[in-house]
């Protein structure tokens, strides 16, 4: 499978609609590259034979892509596809569906006007705190504050299922959901778990145990097992900045 990496500018001229071979879009380079922003990838191909889960969004939906030199582009029909962590773009007149190139991306949002709702994914630098390795992931904003919440949406393979098509038995790959939920605190530092208790909580911030008792206690709360009760303990948090600081 080759692929070609292509520069998709803001602004296109015709492509050629009869191209059914999956060659990369033949974009037209002559636009003014200064003042449009430029949005790098290669083409995508589909891995068939997946069933279940691997978007975020299935469907297209339009949004805004912040890129590392802070240019933004707007109005971009996209989906975030979770197996392969990566932001998939569908230009316009295109029969190319483009994975763009992650290093040059620093935000997106995917936009839902009827619902007056948007999600905003950022590229993050996980450490894995036992090893120091690092890895980059683009992971759901969910609370902004010295002390954010992030969620990383990530889809596993969770099984090989045979299936009949037609006469023949074939092996497919099921992928599931599995989301990990990172505190980034003011250090940068990033912290993983998809459950917390006061236990846990204790372990993670043992600076001020008093205090972390004091908010929990406000809460209501001991155990925290949903994607609302963690926002619920960030904004908490949030509150009481010498736990973390």
């Known amino acids: 499978m080759k692929y070609l990496l292509v520069i998709i500018q803001l602004v296109f001229v015709s492509f050629n609609a009869l191209s059914q071979n999956h060659k990369p879009c033949p974009c037209d380079l002559a ?3 200064v003042f449009s922003p430029k949005l790098i990838g290669t083409v995508y191909y589909q891995l068939f034979g997946i069933i279940g889960t691997e978007f975020f969004n299935k469907a297209y939906v339009r949004g805004n892509i912040v890129l ?11 989906r975030y596809n979770g197996r392969i962590d990566g932001l998939l773009y569908w230009p ?4 190319s569906e483009i994975l763009l190139d992650k290093s040059y991306i620093k935000e997106f949002s995917l936009e839902y006007p ?7 994914f950022q590229r993050m630098k996980i450490v894995i705190s036992l090893t120091n390795d690092s890895s980059e992931h683009f992971c759901q904003r969910l609370y902004l504050g010295n002390l954010s919440l992030f969620a990383y949406r990530q889809c596993v393979l969770a099984q090989i299922v045979n299936e009949y098509v037609g006469k023949s038995l074939v092996a497919k790959s099921l992928y599931e959901p599995k989301i990990i939920y990172y505190f980034k605190l003011p250090n940068n530092r990033t912290i993983g778990f998809k459950r ?7 372990s993670i911030f043992p600076k001020d ?9 406000k809460l209501h709360q001991r155990r925290f097992r949903k994607e609302e009760d963690f ?3 960030a904004s ?6 010498e736990i973390f600081n």
Request: charged share 30%.
């Open 31 to 33: 636009a003014d590259s």
């Open 68 to 78: 590392t030199n802070d240019d933004t582009a707007r109005n971009i029909n996209m």
């Open 92 to 95: 316009q007149k295109s029969g």
């Open 114 to 120: 009827s619902e007056n709702s948007k999600s905003v």
């Open 196 to 202: 917390l208790n006061r236990r846990s909580l204790s």
């Open 209 to 217: 145990k008093e205090l972390l008792k004091s908010v929990l206690k």
């Open 231 to 233: 926002i619920k303990l």
């Open 236 to 241: 908490a948090l949030n509150q009481a900045p």
